[in-house]
T-cell receptor
């Protein structure tokens, strides 16, 4: 079983829709939960990250972490064609696992005008 | 301009011919890492370094070597490449205290025949 699981999609939505992207994980030591966005032929860029449980909002983007269920989500409100990209969740711990970052498979999102 | 650079961007080689992919960053980051990205498997960490002369294995280190002799450079060495190392490779860097904010290079596409 992979430490981090993410549905690869592809996911296609109309412009203006609310998008929900999700990841599950198995390692209870993970404390940092990240979402990266990757446009075609580019390197990933950090969107936002959350420490431990709870919600974090940044404009149209909201990240949620539920450590009890080992489940994280990224919501995109009022989605735009410019949001079309691959979204990767990533997780890390500290202590003796502190150097590793574990990524999900990525979900390919297409927002149609 | 703050950036991570990788060279070469594209490389075609043959099985067994040693090669090096260079990575350099100009942000004074302590942490550097190499990833490979394959369809359906997402981004997987190969090696990482938390400072000069300190390197450690990620999830898929077999067949790769790294060294960190200077803070800004982190080359990836394939001593005897095989076709299963055909992939898209990314270098990334960050401050050690903020490993969640990784800055990625543009990627190196490698084909091993």
């Amino acid at each position: 079983q992979k430490e981090v699981e993410q549905d690869p999609g592809p996911l296609s939505v109309p412009e203006g829709a609310i998008v929900s992207l999700n990841c599950t994980y198995s390692n209870s030591a993970f404390q940092y939960f990240m979402w990266y966005r990757q446009y075609s032929r580019k390197g990933p860029e950090l969107l936002m990250y959350t420490y431990s449980s709870g919600n974090k909002e940044d404009g149209r983007f909201t990240a949620q972490v539920d450590k009890s269920s080992k489940y994280i989500s990224l919501f995109i409100r009022d989605s735009q064609p410019s949001d079309s990209a691959t979204y990767l969740c990533a997780m890390s711990a500290r202590g003796n696992q502190g150097g590793k970052l574990i990524f999900g498979q990525g979900t390919e999102l297409s927002v149609k005008p | 301009e703050a950036q991570v650079t990788q060279n070469p961007r594209y490389l075609i080689t043959v099985t067994g011919k040693k090669l090096t992919v260079t990575c350099s960053q100009n942000m004074n980051h302590e942490y550097m890492s190499w990833y490979r990205q394959d369809p359906g498997l997402g981004l997987r960490q190969i090696y990482y370094s938390m400072n000069v002369e300190v390197t450690d294995k990620g999830d898929v280190p077999e067949g790769y070597k790294v060294s960190r002799k200077e803070k800004r450079n982190f080359p990836l060495i394939l001593e005897s490449p095989s076709p299963n190392q055909t992939s898209l490779y990314f270098c990334a860097s960050s401050f050690l205290a903020d490993r969640e904010t990784q800055y990625f290079g543009p990627g190196t596409r490698l084909l091993v025949l």
